[in-house]
């Protein structure tokens, strides 16, 4: 098995050159930022347990999409689903990992932490510039009880293309058809107002330095550095604050039976505990891999991962998958990444 | 190179040994090399670019619209921010490279100078994303809190010149790069501007000064004059740099593609954009030609600054 390994590796002769020593044991991904973190963490456990060592770049989902197309890493990672069509003319797998949520943080004098009380659409008017002040009626009716000063709003958005603008205009779509019609949804958009700020820590500085601030982060990075969120209205009309257990009941709700390629839509679901702004990211697999040896060796790592990884994943504020979708996923790997001659390869 | 040797004709050898003629050719292509990493690296941006060439047409030019949901690329938005942000970035890091000039060649006393020049010279060699850094964390800030709020409170409402004073107090904004960018501008400028002061030959100042000229007549009246073109020479390569610079400015300048009138107002660089833009770009897409297509853009734009100050420059060079 070693000796095949490392002749294959040798085969990639390219690789092997430019990384000047072929590591038998070795897979690499690239891609998403989001889920980045806990790929690192599983990477480091599952190299204790599994003696797998992954090497993951997160250079975003777009870097990811073209490097696994180009058949240059072993496995591509992104947050937003890849389009069908280019799934099927890549030859791609695509299958879940981890879900997550993205939270809106604000910097208003005398506002605490998840006091206040904004709807979609109220989100959708704020960031097309519509509404343009924090003592606006519409503000003032729906949080009674909370003094909103007189204050310009500064919309703050990520100015880097990112997953986590898709998912937050994703929701911004799913809820407000006028946002849907001027901007829609897409890794970067052309943001009608405020301004724009590098990654998560540029966005939640931007926000902490700017008075009447909001913006959008993921959940792991305002949990961690204690930041302002507000509560959102979901669809069932309730008001929830981002709590672990408010994603895992939108995580619940996911309609994994009818998604094809796995990719679910975890935006905006029914129930009275979901949060509004969930989603997932994505692993893509080659289904006829060059070298299948690091392929197996990428699906015995996720597989670890689903069997130990939850807690890691839970620890760094992520929602693990459901035991149901792990169980396609491990299907869908036997059923769809074959060698040459068609026999499966896990 | 060629213009040397042309220039300062070496004395007749006995024989040429074959090592002669080995380091010739190496030298050769060393230079050759140069031109064709130049020229290869147009050539990829501008086919990379034509796709985006192609789909908008001339109009890639002049568009401010920068919408990827419907794939719509327009390059005015960054090349206004680029221009805008260099040229405001000048006009406060002139003035200021002056002074920090004209002081080191004539008023400050000669133990004094070295150390100055030296932490000028240090400043140029600290690296554009810890600029970045001190613009994003203390400048922005400092804009965010004080600066912006007092100023769109007391000018914003001002007629004909209250447009540049409006919108929310970011921190970031067109300013706020033109400041960060003028700081790692002057060190260039005013390196120059010493050195081409000092080429100033001391029989032309002591002549002004035995006519009774003050200090700032001879330097009004001899330094100026003599050394004007290798001046604007030393600004045009601060232009360069602060048109090409890219993670300072994308920290600062609050990334937004539209165009405002105020100061405070949002904007982006070609640079920055193309920062921002590149890690999401599929292969093949028109983002990405758009993008290549703005680094072409950016390519010329910088290629004209810089060939203009090698122009007014030469004369001083030679000598």
Redesign the interface.
Known sequence: MKIAVTVLALGLAGFAVTSGVAQAQQITGAGATFPAPVYTKWGEQAKAATGIELNYQA?????G??QI??RTVDFGASDAPMDPAKLESGKLLQFPTVMGSVVVIVNVPGVQTNQLKLTGELLADIYEGKITKWNDPKLVEANHGVTLPNL???P?YR????GTTFVYASYLSAVSPSWKDK?????????PA?????GND?VS??VH?????IGYVEYAYASQNHLVTVQLRNKAGFFVSPTMEAFQAAAANGDWANAKDFAVNLIDQPGAKSWPIESTTFIELPKNPTDAARSANVMKFFDWAYKNGDASATALEYVPLPESVKAAVRSAWHANILTPDGKPID | MQQAVAANPRPSRARSSPGDAIFAALAKASGLLVLLLLGAIIVVLFLGGMKAFRAFGPGFLISD??????EVYGAAVPIFGTVVTAVLALAIAVPLAFGIAFYLTELAPTWFRRPVSTAIELLAAVPSIIYGMWG??VV??IM??YVQ?TVIDNLGDLPLIGFLFQG??????ILTAALILAVMVIPFIAATMRDVFETVPAVFKESAYGLGCTTWEVMRSIVIPYTRVSVVGGIMLGLGRALGETMAV??VI????RITSSLFG?GNTIASLVA??F?????GSLKLSSLLALGFILFVISFIVLAISRMLLRPRLKT
């Not at chain 1, 250079?59 to 870097?63: K, L, N």
């Not at chain 1, 901007?183 to 943001?191: H, I, P």
């Not at chain 2, 609050?254 to 593609?257: E, I, R, V």
């Open positions: 250079i975003g989902s777009g870097g999409q073209n197309l180009q310009a709003i500064a703050v100015a880097d293309g990112s901007v829609g949804a897409a890794t970067s958009v052309k943001w405020g301004a724009g700020a590098k540029g500085a931007t330095n700017t008075r009447g601030g | 619209d920068w919408d990827p949901v419907q994003f964390f922005v800030p965010a809190e709020p929310p107090p970011f921190g970031t904004g994308t920290f609050g990334n937004t593609n949002p921002l833009e890690p999401e770009s599929q292969a």
